[in-house]
């Protein structure tokens, strides 16, 4: 006789699965971070955790599907291929790189937009974003600004800005991901890229 006298489970059932099991969850989640602990990598440690959620739960499904006599597989076996095939997709690793040529055309693109640090400037517009070739070694794009371009192309900011401060890309200010300048009398928060890092990642 199947749990409760259905022959499928229900959600109903995956969620008193996984409060019948309520105190072992912190163990079994801390196990399967370190299934998928990379010490030297940051970002794939982000993801790892990621896959230690799904594991998690892949365990508490195939023991609700052995409940019901349903043929369960391994959950660990599933998962360890997802997350190695994660692991060495180039997409994961070109997210960032990605983004960052969108961010540098964005900049010729909007020229109009952005002024040379270094030169006398004429334009006008009425949308402004940033300073570029600031003391001839660094970009600064204003952290609003940046963050809705990223978003109107479809990326994450926050990831984004994470990854790239985390690859040396970004000068930022001690706990933050972000610079406070002093631009034309006014204190402004800015995306500070170093020029000599954005080359070498885009010629790769």
């Given at each position: 006789m199947t749990p409760h006298g259905r022959d499928q489970p229900t959600t109903s059932d995956i969620v008193l699965k996984m409060f019948d099991n309520w105190s072992d969850l912190p163990k079994l989640y801390d196990a399967a971070k370190?299934?998928?602990?990379?010490?030297?990598?940051?970002?794939?440690?982000?993801?790892?955790?990621?896959?230690?959620?799904?594991?998690?739960?892949?365990?508490?499904?195939?023991?609700v599907f052995d409940d019901f006599g349903i043929e369960t597989v391994n959950p660990h076996e599933v998962v360890d291929y997802f997350y190695e095939?994660?692991?060495?997709?180039?997409?994961?690793?070109?997210?960032?790189?990605?983004?960052?040529?969108?961010?540098?055309?964005?900049?010729?693109?909007?020229?109009?937009?952005?002024?040379?640090?270094?030169?006398?400037?004429?334009?006008?517009?009425?949308?402004?974003?940033?300073?570029?070739?600031v003391d001839n070694a660094y970009h600064d794009f204003i952290t609003s600004e940046l963050r809705k371009m990223l978003i109107v192309s479809g990326f994450e900011p926050t990831r984004l800005i994470n990854d790239w401060y985390e690859d040396g890309l970004i000068i930022a200010d001690n706990g933050r991901k972000d610079k406070k300048v002093s631009k034309d009398g006014k204190i402004i928060r800015v995306v500070r890229f170093a020029r000599s890092k954005i080359d070498d990642v885009l010629s790769q």
């Open positions: 370190v299934r998928y602990a990379k010490t030297q990598d940051i970002k794939m440690n982000r993801i790892g955790d990621s896959y230690a959620v799904i594991l998690v739960a892949g365990m508490l499904l195939e023991s095939k994660s692991s060495n997709d180039s997409r994961t690793e070109n997210y960032s790189v990605r983004a960052l040529r969108i961010v540098m055309d964005w900049t010729i693109s909007k020229n109009m937009c952005f002024r040379d640090h270094n030169a006398e400037s004429t334009k006008k517009s009425y949308d402004f974003y940033g300073w570029l070739n």
